[in-house]
């Protein structure tokens, strides 16, 4: 089969299209063919060497749609042929296909297409995360979606929307707050102006419950100037490389509201909590609630293009790879 390696942690020219050995769903597992993997920003890190570094050569990818082609022993055969997608995989969705644990494998909505299912696992499974099972969100409060316009970003609006939340987002780019403004947000700001944290604040009559961060890195000091009592930042993102990154907080605005800072990290999530986040996911789109919105579609032989497109970071929607 065909699949996207890294022999050495680099550049985007380090994802390389090339033959690999096939392989053949073992105990306990499925063999998923793939129509659409997703690429997500952690990958590029991953590649470029940052934090945890797999052994070499490794496939990337943990999110794909597709159709179960075979399954090991202990495998209920109802699953065969079944359109699914997929959130992690034991091994990277970057490829024609990819072998799962039932845990990983999620019947795909019959309205959705392949490349929307490859924009559920990361997107949506953090943004709900962030929301709901970390942020504590409830229908009512006011949420900032800081950088609302990616695949991350677009999903936290839809299902905070969703919820009954009074949802504000950011974006840099016209096309980015048109986007969002279409998900549902009541007013999108231009976070690329010095004036947007005066008029969150005007229009919010003084701060927001909640704020889910895709930047960390930059704008996290700030975030806390922006919370209501009792408010939430919860960090996403965060680009700094390794260490580095650090952003100055003052701990007086956090103790002024007694506010809380909190993190997350979708793969330390546990078993009963993933569960859960799917569940609540599949009856948002059986509700029609939420629509992964694609950007660009890739030939799985231009992955490092993708990779060097998610990272310039003006990207409305998700991108995904097209084995």
Do not use: W
Request: proline share 6%; net charge negative.
């Amino acid at each position: 089969m065909r699949a996207i390696c890294v022999h050495e942690f680099g550049p985007p020219e380090a994802l390389r299209l090339q033959q690999v050995d096939d392989l053949t769903a073992g105990d306990g597992q499925l063999l998923v063919r793939i129509r659409a993997a997703g690429v997500n920003p952690v990958e590029t890190y991953v590649r470029s060497g940052i934090g945890a570094r797999p052994p070499l050569p490794y496939t990337p990818g943990s999110d794909a749609a597709g159709v179960v082609e075979s399954i090991g022993a202990s495998v209920a055969p109802t699953a065969l042929g079944q359109r699914v997608y997929v959130s992690g995989a034991l091994t990277g969705t970057y490829a024609e296909t990819a072998l799962c644990v039932p845990d990983q494998v999620f019947p795909l909505p019959a309205s959705l297409s392949f490349s929307q299912g490859a924009a559920i696992g990361v997107p949506y499974g953090t943004a709900y995360r962030a929301l709901f099972q970390r942020g504590r969100a409830l229908a009512g409060e006011t949420v900032l979606v800081h950088g609302a316009a990616g695949g991350v970003g677009l999903a936290a609006v839809q299902l905070a929307v969703a919820a009954g939340m009074t949802v504000l987002g950011s974006a840099s780019t016209d096309a980015g707050r048109r986007l969002v403004t279409a998900q549902g947000a009541a007013h999108v700001l231009d976070h690329s102006s010095p004036a947007h944290k005066e008029e969150l604040l005007e229009l919010t009559h003084g701060g927001v419950d909640l704020i889910v961060e895709m930047r960390s890195d930059i704008n996290l000091g700030d975030d806390l100037t922006l919370l209501a009592a009792h408010g939430r930042v919860v960090c996403v993102g965060n680009r700094g490389p390794g260490n580095q990154g650090g952003v100055t907080v003052n701990a007086r605005d956090l103790m002024r509201r007694e506010g809380d800072v909190l993190g997350v990290m979708l793969p330390d999530a546990g078993q009963e909590d993933v569960a859960a986040l799917h569940d609540a996911l599949a009856r948002g789109f059986a509700r029609g609630e939420l629509r992964p919105i694609i950007a660009r579609e890739y030939p799985l032989a231009e992955a490092a293009q993708a990779h060097r497109d998610i990272v310039e970071g003006s990207v409305q929607g998700k991108l995904v790879l097209v084995p």
